[in-house]
């Protein structure tokens, strides 16, 4: 049974970085068929994918074109983690951030496995 | 980017009657490899979405075959056969054959 326990604090002050911590139980952040996935939520936006990283041989970053400039998404495979970092937030930013594991099947990638939710305010 | 369009928003349905759910894409989820990256999930309150329908019409584990997924290329429908009260929530359409990944808006299932 995959487990994703996010972590984080809740409270971020503008132009600061946001970072959220993902462990993983049950695979592994270097697994083969899985890519580990940031996902946040909010009234304005909805649902919306943030970005991902995978392994395969080597690891490999997507990022939504929108904030290409401002995130980064790391695994720690020593602790089997998946880390989000984004920077100089705004309070556009205030969402809930949801660690999501996908995974490869025969209908591409598909989100099996999300975490509890981080509920993250940018407020000073 | 994608967009993905729900209608409608909101659904009050009497258990044991049936729904429907219509999601639009502004571009064809067929890939070139002949599968189609249509995916539903449902929000329950409180709670993280989980993952109901991928590749249009399969269910995912554990879904109740009350569930089921139906279109092609830009036009698909969620069905519930016989609503139950435990199907309250929102539901998503995803399409996953372009990145950014994006989701419909949402439509929020009640019971009357």
């Known amino acids: 049974q995959v487990q994703l326990q996010q972590s984080g604090p809740g409270l971020v002050k503008p132009s600061q970085t946001l970072s959220l911590t993902c462990d993983i139980s049950?695979?592994?952040?270097?697994?083969?068929?899985?890519?580990w996935n940031w996902i946040r939520q909010s009234p304005s936006r909805g649902l919306e994918w943030l970005g991902r990283?995978?392994?395969?041989?080597?690891?490999?970053?997507d990022y939504a074109v929108s904030l290409k400039s401002r995130i980064i998404i790391t695994p720690d495979t020593s602790h089997n983690q998946v880390f989000l970092h984004l920077n100089s937030v705004t309070p556009d930013d205030t969402a809930m951030y949801f660690c999501?594991?996908?995974?490869?099947?025969?209908?591409?990638?598909?989100?099996?496995?999300w975490g509890q939710g981080t509920l993250v305010t940018v407020s000073a | 980017d994608i967009v993905m369009t729900q209608t409608p928003l909101s659904l009050s349905v009497t258990p044991g009657q049936p729904a429907s759910i219509s999601c639009k894409s502004t571009?064809?989820?067929?890939?070139?490899?002949?599968?189609?990256?249509l995916y539903w999930y449902l929000q329950k309150p409180g709670q993280s979405p989980r993952l109901l329908i991928y590749?249009?019409?399969s269910r995912f584990s554990g879904v109740p075959d009350r569930f089921s997924g139906s279109g092609s290329g830009t036009d698909f429908t969620l069905k519930i056969s016989r609503v139950e009260a435990e199907d309250v929530g929102v539901y998503y359409c995803?399409?996953?054959?372009?990145?950014?990944?994006?989701f419909g808006q949402g439509t929020k299932l009640e019971i009357k």
């Open positions: 999501v594991r996908a995974l490869w099947g025969t209908s591409g990638w598909f989100f099996d496995y």
């Open positions: 049950g695979d592994s952040v270097s697994s083969n068929s899985a890519a």
């Open positions: 990283t995978y392994y395969r041989s080597k690891w490999y970053n």
């Open positions: 571009q064809s989820l067929l890939h070139s490899d002949g599968k189609t990256y």
């Open positions: 590749g249009v019409s």
């Open positions: 995803m399409q996953g054959i372009q990145l950014p990944y994006t």
